[in-house]
């Protein structure tokens, strides 16, 4: 079980090697990683899963990317990256709490994407983006889906299969892959800057542009997306399977997240929220809450 429990441990460690001391630390998030806040630094430590290689292709872009002056928050200095520490890989980045009094606007999220989507695909291995491959084996393996809602969401990915395999405008190339503003944060000069780069992969450009579109209307409003189309400099919604594959992006995210919840946990609670919300009319979009 990927918990607090079992990752405290590793963070002491990587304290010590670090030189922090880790009752300074802030558990920030314990979901896909555990991130911890200390002193300057945040602790990002992957689930024993994730293999060490994953994380040196992150690091190695995010190197490429300040090399081209693109604006991302900079892995810490000290030892070489990613580390590993009792079967985890873990990386190391600058602290950035500046966004929290000061929150990333969508508009300010189309800026990062434009500039991002205007550069060449990088030297380093890429993985390609599937995301109906992913969404598939979530629904087998997820812990918490009845089989009537596997049944629902299978179905669901049947009807949306096809738009994957349009030709997409926008084209493709380095995509982040879960562009939000929880994903961006603010340098001390107000400077915002695109962070978490695990996903980053090759895909069409316009699956990044349906994320926060699905972002804006489940977790904000439709205007923070219209914010966001005339910083971005392109709108989607001319393209007529937009709606297809926002419906494909939401897919993903709730197989995802049956996937790694535990059983009666709020998490599940809340998939299973958004699960009944597939049962019912599509037109109704109501809320989620953030997990």
């Known amino acids: 079980m990927f918990a607090e429990e079992r990752t405290r441990p590793v963070l002491a460690e990587v304290c010590r090697i670090l030189g922090h001391s880790a009752d300074n630390a ?17 602790i990002k430590i992957a689930p024993p899963t ?14 490429w990317l300040v090399a081209r002056d693109f604006p991302t928050v900079a892995l810490a200095p000290g030892p070489p990256q990613p580390l590993q520490v009792d079967g985890h890989a873990v990386t190391v980045w600058q602290r950035l709490d500046s966004a929290i009094t000061q929150p990333i606007t969508t508009g300010e999220l189309g800026q990062l994407l434009q500039r991002l989507h205007a550069l060449a695909v990088p030297p380093m291995l890429l993985s390609r983006l599937d ?10 393996v ?36 879960d562009p939000q503003v929880r994903n961006a944060l603010r340098r001390p000069d107000g400077t915002a800057v695109l962070a978490d780069w695990d996903g980053a992969c090759f895909g069409p450009r316009m699956w990044d542009v349906a994320t926060v579109a699905v972002h804006c209307r489940r977790f904000s ?20 399977r937009f709606e297809d594959l926002c419906r494909l992006r939401e897919l993903q ?39």
């Open 26 to 42: 802030i558990l920030l998030r314990h979901h896909t990683n555990a991130v911890y806040a200390v002193d300057d630094v945040i």
């Open 50 to 63: 994730i293999p060490v290689g994953r994380l040196q292709r992150v690091v190695e872009l995010v190197e």
């Open 131 to 140: 995301p109906i491959s992913g969404i598939h084996h979530s629904i087998i």
């Open 142 to 177: 997820s812990p918490i889906l009845t089989s009537a809602d596997r049944d629902l969401l299978t179905r669901c990915l049947d009807d949306l299969a096809d738009v994957w395999t349009e030709a997409m405008p926008l084209g493709s190339g380095l995509i982040q892959s």
């Open 221 to 240: 409003n439709d205007d923070d997306f219209t914010n966001f189309v005339h910083a971005y400099g392109q709108d989607p919604r001319g393209w007529g």
């Open 253 to 291: 995210m709730i197989s995802t997240n049956a996937r790694k919840s535990p059983p009666r946990s709020s998490a599940a609670a809340e998939v299973h929220r958004r699960i009944a919300g597939l049962r019912q009319d599509q037109q109704e979009l109501t809320a989620w809450s953030i997990l």
